[in-house]
């Protein structure tokens, strides 16, 4: 008898048929409306194996539901969304989907980052409604890349892969994180600093940490005062690690230049926010791994998780509960 399995969102077909040869599958086939909670309740108490994105709430109190649950392959490489102490306490392995999204996630930070330094978003509507009528020299004018200085909060992967690109626009590099890296400081032509000096000096912050309680809301209004006027603040890891109401407050009264936003405490983000207000925020819907490529690999990874553990192996990139 094949093990049971519920996926929490429609998958690319060539995964699915891959799992169908393992396991019996359940599937929420919407890809644009999340699974109710109510129906995952139901779902869980049924299989041996959960695949899920970040959307779904794995909290104590779902998992009390989950009597033959030995999986969860959580299609992301963050996983705040799963209670991991919960779930190591019921023997229940966590697995995400690092790696496979690095170069893809870089790609798209560093995009945002040329974006809101350039004004792009901002000086395409100004031509699709009709405002440009003729050429000035401050006209719509941004912020220089090449010769600036990137401050980047959190050197993992992603963090890594940023400042590749950041030396390929002769940018200094100044670096935070909770372990200082001396292997890469050299390598990478990186500056290690803590961030109060990385926040002062930086004329580009991009923060690319996992979320954690300890590190929620880490910047809110005394860090964004630090900042330089002209700096801009790009973040491509959570949204609860910056106070979206001290961000609105500085970027409003110009206490920081701009910000480009592709995560958001709440997702999806309230067409009421504040934020979108205003002319200096590029704001995208959590896109950072959005190629064709890496979604597929993300899912195919997702699926060697579960089918190893339901098959009495060893999982490929298990999530470490201590870490947290």
Not at 127 to 148: A, H
Not at 203 to 212: A, G, N, R, T
Not at 233 to 261: C, F, P, Q, S
């Amino acid at each position: 008898m094949k093990p049971k399995i519920y996926i929490t969102r429609k998958i690319p077909e060539k995964i699915y048929h891959y799992l169908l040869d393992h396991v019996d599958i359940r599937m929420w086939d919407k890809e644009d409306v999340p699974v109710p909670r109510e129906i995952l309740i139901q779902e869980i108490q049924h299989v041996d194996g959960l695949l899920c994105l970040l959307t779904e709430t794995i909290d104590a109190e779902l998992l009390s539901y989950a009597s033959h649950l030995k999986i969860i392959s959580n299609l992301a490489v963050g996983y705040n969304n799963i209670d991991v102490k919960a779930a190591s306490q019921k023997g229940i392995i966590v697995t995400n989907t690092p790696g496979v999204l690095t170069e893809t996630t870089a790609d798209l930070t560093f995009a945002l980052l040329m974006a809101t330094a350039r004004r792009i978003v901002e000086a395409s509507e100004y031509l699709r409604s009709d405002q440009w009528k003729t050429w000035s020299p401050m006209q719509l004018t941004g912020q220089d890349i090449y010769g600036s200085t990137i401050g980047i909060i959190g050197m993992g992967r992603i963090g890594q892969a940023v400042a590749r690109r950041a030396r390929g626009f002769g940018m200094n590099i100044l670096y935070y994180s909770r372990a200082r890296k001396t292997s890469l400081e050299e390598e990478l032509g990186l500056g290690y600093c803590d961030l109060d000096k990385l926040l002062i000096n930086s004329d580009f912050v991009s923060i690319l940490i996992p979320y954690s309680p300890e590190v929620h809301h880490m910047i809110g209004a005394r860090e964004l005062k630090m900042m330089k006027n002209s700096s801009i603040l790009i973040n491509t890891a959570r949204g609860g690690i910056v106070d979206e109401k001290a961000l609105y407050e500085a970027l409003k009264d110009g206490e920081i230049w701009a910000a480009g936003l592709d995560v958001f405490e709440k997702e999806p983000l309230d067409l009421n926010s504040p934020l979108l207000s205003l002319p200096n925020v590029v704001t995208l819907p959590h896109i950072g791994s959005a190629s064709k490529k890496t979604r597929l690999k993300m899912a195919e990874l997702a699926a060697e998780n579960l089918i190893r553990v339901l098959l009495g192996g060893e999982p490929i990139t298990p999530v470490d509960e201590y870490k947290i």
